[in-house]
């Protein structure tokens, strides 16, 4: 199985070199957790690495995501520039107003087919090796309608296998304790079982250090780590601190 690097630091020596390629990882946590950043260091790094990227925001304009990236010193304009990454802004097409983007869909509404061949004609224009769907819930499925949910969400996934894209997706889960109940890994308790690979950040965000770390709840086709593993966001980006001194789940 042929591998694409997470860019994340740390991360590949744990899942024999990369993650699958062509696959889908699903990463789920808490606000806060780095979400965010995990999909876009995947693609920055993918990018100078000269494997191009699709960046698809939902949750974030892309102005903003571009100036808090430079605080990491990841300057996502000249790599847009020189056709290594489309941020595609899908944030006004929710909100129904117009968008600034080069990369942008305006419809009045969020039609989800309409929505995955946007995305496919993006990433294609670039070449794309890479793309990020940040995030699954901000599609504004309704929740009451699983059924829905699930049916778009296997389309999707469906589309980007098709397209040979490895694809990050982020979730979310609400804060939640070991042994209260059942672990959640996702919103709609679907993208877990639809996706290859699901990875849980956590954040305790009481200070302390080694409050964030990183779970590898599934991988497949792929001989793990199996532990809790510590993780920081320091002003390079994000990186895995210690994991030979993992503790143990
Ligand atoms: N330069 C930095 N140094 C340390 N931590 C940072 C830095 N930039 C951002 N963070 C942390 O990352 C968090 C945002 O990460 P983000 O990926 O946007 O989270 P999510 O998408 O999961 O909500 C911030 O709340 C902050 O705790
Ligand atoms: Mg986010």
């Not at 191009?52 to 430079?70: F, H, K, Q, S, W």
């Not at 995955?116 to 224009?125: D, G, H, P, R, V």
């Not at 609400?174 to 950040?201: C, H």
Request: with cysteine.
């Amino acid at each position: 199985m042929d591998r694409v690097k997470s860019g994340i630091d740390g991360l590949d020596e744990l899942i024999e070199g990369g993650f699958p390629k062509g696959r889908t990882v699903l990463v789920s946590g808490g606000c806060g957790t780095g979400k965010s950043i995990f999909g876009l260091q995947f693609l920055y790094k993918g990018a100078l690495a000269g494997e191009a990227g699709v960046y698809v925001t939902l949750d974030e304009r892309p102005e903003i995501i571009r100036e808090d990236m430079m605080r990491f010193g990841w300057d996502l304009r000249s790599l847009e520039d020189a056709g290594k990454l489309i941020i595609l802004d899908l944030t006004s097409t929710k909100l129904g107003v117009p968008s600034e983007e080069r990369y942008a869909m305006n419809a009045p509404a969020l039609d989800l087919d309409r929505l995955i061949l946007k995305i496919m004609q993006t990433a294609s224009e670039i070449g794309a090796k890479r793309i990020v769907v940040d995030s699954i819930p901000a599609l504004g499925f309704h929740l009451k309608d699983e059924n829905e949910a699930r049916n778009m969400i296997l389309k999707l996934t469906y589309m980007i296998r098709k397209s040979s894209l490895t694809a990050v997706l982020v979730s979310e889960v609400p804060e939640q304790s070991p042994g209260s109940g059942p672990m959640k890994f996702s919103k709609y308790g679907v993208e877990e079982y639809v996706a290859d690979a699901v990875i849980l950040l956590h954040y305790l965000g009481i200070g302390s250090e080694g409050s964030r770390t990183l779970y590898i709840r599934k991988m497949r086709g792929t001989k793990h780590a199996e532990d809790i593993i510590p993780l920081k966001i320091t002003d390079a980006g994000m990186k895995l601190t210690n994991p030979e001194e993992a503790f143990r789940v």
